[in-house]
T-cell receptor, first 121, second 111 residues
């Protein structure tokens, strides 16, 4: 496996179900992200993990619960979702760092997985 | 609030023409700038990164950065129908260690 992988690719769930989305990165990065992308809307950052610690939580409802057991794996646990939660859920990873002025490198480039298309009935 | 602004488009250009996509950002404390291409129903794909003022060329793509004016642009030369997609501008803010994405510009290349 290379890059960033996500499973499942498609998920249909009822409002009372509990499911989990899985993301795995094979790039040796130190940061991972969950984004939500609804139809015709921009990317919405949900959670950021840097060095396995959650550093960002953008007022996401508690029915979404992230977990980052190590730097390569990220989960998004879902329970009692609403139909408006139907969207494309994207995982990304990056190598965080500060680039010295005039320096070269590829810090903070985010690489995305293929996404999970979630439908909540 | 840090913002990244893009014209939503759609931008329509004929095949073989130059497509010019623009992006402005609000915070001077930003360090890294990125362009992503997203086909309908797919995830964003990184196509260009730029960190210093000036131009950076990669094949048919040229990214231009002007930190004084707080804008970054993407030029696509010899546009092809396969370039039809939404292009996302992203800016990494050093202060908050955060990447902000623009809403994207839809590009149509007519054959």
């Amino acid at each position: 496996e290379t890059g960033v992988t996500q499973t499942p690719r498609h998920l249909v769930m009822g409002m009372t179900n509990k499911k989990s989305l899985k993301c795995e990165q094979h790039l040796g990065h130190n940061a991972m992200y969950w984004y939500k992308q609804s139809a015709k809307k921009p990317l919405e950052l949900m959670f950021v993990y840097s060095l396995e610690e959650r550093v960002e939580n953008n007022s996401v409802p508690s029915r979404f619960s992230p977990e980052c057991p190590n730097s390569s794996h990220l989960f998004l646990h879902l329970h009692t979702l609403q139909p408006e939660d139907s969207a494309l859920y994207l995982c990304a990873s990056s190598q965080e760092g500060i680039l010295a002025e005039g320096g070269i490198g590829s810090y903070n480039e985010q690489f995305f997985g293929p996404g999970t298309r979630l439908t909540v009935l | 609030q840090k913002e990244v602004e893009q014209n939503s488009g759609p931008l329509s250009v004929p095949e073989g023409a130059i497509a010019s996509l623009n992006c402005t950002y609000s915070d001077r404390g930003s360090q890294s700038f990125f362009w992503y291409r997203q086909y309908s129903g797919k995830s964003p794909e990184l196509i260009m990164s730029i960190y210093s003022n000036g131009d950076k060329e990669d094949g048919r793509f040229t990214a231009q950065l002007n930190k004084a004016s707080q804008y970054v642009s993407l030029l696509i030369r010899d546009s092809q129908p396969s370039d039809s997609a939404t292009y996302l501008c992203a800016v990494f803010y050093t202060g908050g260690f955060k990447t902000i994405f623009g809403a994207g510009t839809r590009l149509f290349v007519k054959a």
